[in-house]
């Protein structure tokens, strides 16, 4: 898998381990962001402040999937690091 940087790269590698799988929901994505799942709620009928997703069905409250490449490149570039 090809990242943008070394940071996302061993980010990806530690959610693929620690979920195995390739999507998280919105109750992981909140733990792994240090959030509420109401936050993340929030944050996508804003439309901004978290990683691309997927919604999977029409219905109002369908399920919404994260790519765990895609959480790894955004929190790559939104956590400081030392």
Known sequence: MI???PQAEQLCNYLS?????LT???AELANEM???QSSINNYISKGYGIPNYRKIGNSKN????F???????FLSQTIKTA
Do not use: C, F, H, Q
Not at 62 to 65: G, I, L, P
């Open 3 to 5: 990242l943008s940087n």
């Open 17 to 21: 381990d620690k979920y195995k799988k």
């Open 24 to 26: 998280l929901n919105k």
């Open 34 to 36: 240090g959030m509420s």
């Open 62 to 65: 369908a399920s919404v999937r």
């Open 67 to 73: 790519n765990i490449i895609d959480v790894a490149e």
